[in-house]
Each structure stands twice: as structure tokens, then as C-alpha cells.
């Protein structure tokens, strides 16, 4: 079955970096789009960045844009988030999504009602 699991969040100092991934399982990567949302405590869940299937075209929240990246390694079945210069407000939880077989492309990547599968999440605390 669809499976994704996050790792790699942790604490870290304002202006550090960290590298999230998500490793999949249940389907073939390189053919679907997969995003990162986050959920801040006491605030909706909120998209990240999206990479689509073929050309691995990219998407990224304005308040990302710049500092991270997200990039896939089909033959590793998995995805990443390089997140550089974080601040105190990238604090959250961190999940990845993904909805085979319908979502191949980033295509209104940032509503939360399209993806049927998540992982559990991983926490990213950025504080001095």
C-alpha cells in the first residue's frame, strides 16, 4: 500500500538549515507529484512546495520562495526539502503528500482536500 514517511526535522537555530525527507513507498515515484505542507500549532495546514512528475517542475509558498528547495531521487524513491536560512516562524510540523493514481502534476498543489495519502510528520523547531 501507499506509505510516506518524513524524517530529518530537529531543533534548530534561527538562520541554519536542515533537510527534510520523505521516502515512499506503494508506488512509483517518478510518475506522481508530491508536496510538502506544514502545520504551525493553532493554525491551518498550509503548503510548502510541490514537485511534479516529468519535467519536475517546481512550486513554492511566497513565504518559502528562495530559501527552500525541493528536488526527488526517483531511483531512492524519495523527496526532499532543503530548507536553508530558517526562521522562527518555519516552526511546524512537516508532512508530505502525495495522491496516486489521479495527481501527477502540482496543479492546485496547495489544497489539502486533494491528496488522500500523508505521512505522519516530522517536527522542525527553529529557536535560539
Known amino acids: 500500500q501507499v506509505q510516506l514517511v518524513e524524517s530529518g526535522g530537529g531543533l534548530v537555530q534561527p538562520g541554519g538549515s536542515l533537510r527534510l525527507s520523505c521516502a515512499t513507498s506503494g508506488f512509483t515515484l517518478q510518475q506522481y507529484a508530491i508536496s510538502w505542507f506544514r502545520q504551525a500549532p493553532g493554525k491551518e495546514r498550509e503548503g510548502v512546495s510541490c514537485i511534479s512528475s516529468g519535467d519536475g517542475s517546481t512550486h513554492y509558498a511566497d513565504s518559502v520562495k528562495g530559501r527552500f528547495t525541493i528536488s526527488r531521487d526517483n531511483a531512492k524513491n524519495t523527496v526532499y526539502l532543503q530548507m536553508n536560512s530558517l526562521k522562527p516562524e518555519d516552526t511546524a510540523v512537516y508532512y508530505c503528500?502525495?495522491?496516486?493514481?489521479?495527481?501527477?502534476?502540482?496543479?492546485?498543489?496547495?489544497?489539502?482536500?486533494?491528496?488522500?495519502?500523508w505521512g505522519q510528520g516530522t517536527q522542525v523547531t527553529v529557536s535560539s
Open positions: 503528500a502525495a495522491d496516486p493514481p489521479i495527481r501527477t502534476v502540482c496543479a492546485g498543489w496547495e489544497t489539502t482536500a486533494l491528496y488522500d495519502y
